[in-house]
């Protein structure tokens, strides 16, 4: 029932939050609740309309637009804490248009039950049918339905090993080559 009771205040947060961030210039990705009912965090992500990164500056003026706000609400019956943030490299995925724009990606997710004899996944997104995943697992195409996910989010790959994210190549050092005194 707790957790039950968390999904609802970031489902609620998501619905009271949409306007003010937007207004603030900035687009809401998702709320999400962690912790317990006595010590809740409310995690907000946003996102910068033009896609381009958000940096700390970004997070406490989304941060100081919606603390008055929140506070009125009473999400909560006890103190929380507010996290705004990033969708960073990992970026959770929720709702239909989150998956949607992720088709071709390597994602992770967790169910609720096992599906296929599974509850964790690490596959290439394929596409998504209305409220199913069509997943490419091991060469077959399986469909998980949306509401089945307890949990999901995009794999972040790191760069091959000796190139820098921006893709251009790192200098190696050479080994035994320095100066000596």
Not at 27 to 55: A, M
Not at 116 to 141: A, C, F, Q
């Amino acid at each position: 029932m707790e957790r039950l009771a968390l999904a609802s205040a970031a489902d609620k947060a998501e619905v009271v939050l949409a306007e003010p961030i937007a207004a603030a210039g900035y687009s809401l990705l998702l709320c999400e609740v962690t912790g317990s009912s006595t010590r809740p965090t409310l995690r907000v992500y946003i996102e910068k309309p033009d896609g381009s990164n958000v940096d700390i500056g970004d997070c406490v003026k989304v941060n100081d637009a919606v603390t008055d706000l929140l506070d009125t609400e009473e999400l909560f019956t006890t103190q929380y804490l507010l996290e705004v943030s990033s969708p960073g490299l990992s970026r959770p995925l929720k709702r239909v248009e989150h998956f949607e724009a992720q088709v071709g990606k390597l994602i992770n997710f967790r169910t609720w039950e096992p599906i296929e004899g599974r509850r964790n996944w690490k596959v290439t997104l394929v596409g998504v049918e209305h409220d199913l995943l069509v997943v490419d697992w091991d060469g077959r195409e399986v469909r998980v339905p949306l509401p089945a996910i307890e949990i999901a989010n995009l794999v972040d790959i790191p760069p091959p090993k000796g190139q820098k994210k921006g893709g251009g190549n790192r200098r190696q050092k050479k080994k035994g080559k320095g100066k000596r005194k």
